[in-house]
């Protein structure tokens, strides 16, 4: 069970990283 909230971690990581890179470059584009 562990590995499993690991790896839903590792996606929620990823997905907000993602989400603040999307951010950043709609902020630069204005």
């Given amino acids: ?3 499993e909230i ?3 971690l590792e ?3 990823r997905t ?3 989400e603040k890179k999307h ?3 709609a902020e ?3």
């Fill in 1 to 3: 069970k562990n590995e």
């Fill in 16 to 18: 907000i990283r993602s």
């Fill in 6 to 8: 690991d790896v839903r």
């Fill in 11 to 13: 996606d929620n990581v």
């Fill in 23 to 25: 951010d950043e470059n």
């Fill in 28 to 30: 630069g584009e204005r």
